[in-house]
């Protein structure tokens, strides 16, 4: 009888394996890409916060400059003021006024001059550039206001080309007045705005940042680097919309990031009203400045995830290659289990005519059950034994007549 065949074995399914095989080194690479992706984002994140908190550092730092700078002008002005005013004093006594003008001129080491005018506005006395030239300075817009405002106080005037420094100044004036509270002219600060670009440069803003200083309606009094020949921009008044949106928040400190009209530059500003004084700071580190360090992480991570995507790309190749050939095995396998049939256990055979009793109770002739029950095919002979007893003659025994 025919023993029971053990389990077939498992059978591969090629297109379930090839899409699980697939998923998964999608989902694995888009694991990877999604991870490189945040950690590249926060990293840019981290730079445009570093590079905002560098700018506000230094919008600071240059406020508490030009503050100081006019501040120390407006010291100046105040003590010749006081000192034109003071009771008991000789108006006409030039000499000691030109000795007192000068040691105030010598204590602020930035101002270009340090001078009075008459009520007609004609310089009369003062130290530094053009000292002892008498020129009228009657059609400033400065002169004017502290001449018809008696309440003026503290005037810082736009950009002015200087009458006698032939350089673009900035003045910071006060008017002066007789007993009577009647005008009597005014006392006035030169400063450079030369020494305000000076500044700037010293300042490590990268090769395409900026720095700028601008009055309250917009206008630019100075800017590093200059935008065009020197001092053609000044007085010009084209700002990004975010600057406008700044100035007309009523905030004193800010931070955006806008294209500058100006370069066409992508930057990252911190803006600052300046201590006390009618003027803008805006300080610009260039997007491509500041995020080189970035681009660099970008390229190195960018060139990671494809090498990963690639290692993986091979790992599956091979991984379906060893599956592929197991596969090709384990079919291999299966055909040649298929043509081979075995036979086991106790098989019922005849002792004298040796026929084979099959399950069905049927006696077989032995070659038959053979061959419904294996591959083996027959095919007849004889053996010697049964030669000589089938054929006698042929064996060489001869029989008795």
Known sequence: MESPQGPPLPKFAPRSFRIRLGVGLLVLNL??????????????RNHRD???????????????????????????????????????????????????????YERVPGLLALRTTNAQGVVDRGSGTGAGSRVSLADREHFIRLRDVPDAGLVISKPVMGKLTGTWVIIVAR????????????????????????AFSALDVGPHGSVALRDLEMGLIARYPEPVQAGTAIGQKVVSPEFQAFTKSGKSVGTY????????????????????QPFYL?????????????WREAILEFLEVILFICLTLVASWLIYRAWFRQQAAHENLERLLA????????????????????????????EAYLNEHTNAEFTHGICPECAKEV???????????
């Open 31 to 44: 694991f990877v890409v999604s991870m490189a992706t945040v950690s590249l984002r926060q990293s840019l």
């Open 50 to 104: 570093q590079a905002i908190a560098t700018t506000q550092n230094l919008v600071l730092v240059l406020d508490r400059f030009v503050a100081d700078t006019l501040s120390k002008a407006d010291l100046a002005v105040w003590a010749v003021k006081d000192e034109v005013e003071r009771p008991g004093g000789d108006p006409r006594d030039g000499r000691r006024l030109d000795a007192f003008i000068q040691r105030q």
């Open 175 to 198: 008017r002066m007045e007789r007993p009577d509270h009647s005008f009597a002219g005014m006392v006035h600060a030169v400063i450079a705005l030369d020494q305000f670009n000076q």
């Open 257 to 276: 990031r806008a294209l500058t009209p100006f370069d066409h530059v992508q930057r990252s500003f911190a803006i600052r009203r300046v201590s006390g």
């Open 282 to 294: 805006v300080v610009g580190l260039a997007d491509q400045d500041y995020l080189q360090g970035w």
């Open 339 to 366: 043509e081979v049939k075995t036979l086991g256990g106790m098989l019922p055979i005849c002792s004298h005519c040796k026929k084979v009793r099959d399950d069905k109770g049927y006696w077989n002739q032995i």
């Open 391 to 401: 054929f006698p003659l042929s064996s060489g025994k001869r029989t008795t007549p």
